[in-house]
């Protein structure tokens, strides 16, 4: 199911049912000549499109426009970025919108900078406007004091559940760690554009590495359909297992 094409019905259907509600978090950002700027989006994208094949989840649309940063190239190299603390903003209302709506299992699915799902700037943007929302959502719908009622005297016994507020937005990466030590994780480099390559084979031409020469695309010459299926197959048995 994708949101933007679904009706009342469908998101009832979804509410009713607690099915999964999927974000892709990317960004636009320079990956060098041989990469798209959409790479991060796509990644996450495509992979949420192939794991609706597999099991029952309604895809919302896409966030791109983030904190992408100048860290790989200055702001003339076509990079958008959005300042963290605009950007916070921006999905505390979002978050807030879907919670008010009585969505309850919502999803944010991550390719930019989490090596090692460690936490950078746009990740942690994106997990304190969840936390943000969810908190001011509770205050608003249960008064002061609604952890401390007596309605939450079960709360530690429902820790990492869906009846436990805190669980109803969650930030996950694309590749676990598991997944990244099995293949490889890099940025426009032989792994990045390999995977690309495997769901958006259009947004890769290596025959462009020669206009502009990096350290990090330096190995984007070894990237190949095979490697990159192999790592679709491995983050999607990840996908899989932990969007429930």
């Known amino acids: 199911m994708i949101l933007d094409k679904s009706f009342p019905r469908e998101l009832e259907y979804v509410k009713k049912n607690n099915i999964p509600v999927v974000i892709a978090g990317g960004t636009v950002e320079y990956h060098g000549p041989h990469c798209s700027f959409g790479c991060d989006t796509l990644v996450a994208e495509g992979l949420l499109h192939k794991l609706a094949e ?9 966030i791109s426009y983030s904190p992408s940063s100048y860290a790989v190239a200055d702001e003339t190299s076509g990079t958008v970025h959005v300042e963290e603390d605009a950007f916070e903003a921006y999905l505390y209302y979002v978050f807030m919108s879907m919670l008010c709506s009585g969505l309850r299992n919502i999803y ?3 390719h930019h900078q989490f090596e090692q799902e460690s936490l950078m700037p746009m990740t942690l943007s994106y997990m304190k406007a969840a936390k943000r929302a969810t908190m001011k959502y509770l205050e608003k719908t249960q008064g002061q004091g609604w952890w401390g009622s007596e309605s939450y005297s079960s709360y530690y016994d429902n820790l990492g559940e869906n009846s436990n507020p805190f669980a109803w937005i969650k930030v996950i ?3 676990s760690s598991a997944v990244q030590n099995a293949t490889g994780y890099d940025h426009a480099g032989k792994y990045e554009c390999s995977i690309l390559m495997s769901l958006y084979p259009e947004a890769v031409k290596l025959d462009r590495l020669g206009d502009v020469e990096h350290w990090f695309t330096k190995n984007a010459v070894e990237a190949n359909r095979e490697l990159g299926d192999q790592m679709v197959a491995l983050s ?4 899989e297992k932990t969007i429930q």
């Open 54 to 62: 597999k099991k029952e989840i309604m895809i919302a649309p896409s």
């Open 108 to 110: 944010v699915v991550i």
């Open 173 to 175: 990466p694309t590749m």
């Open 236 to 239: 999607l048995a990840y996908l």
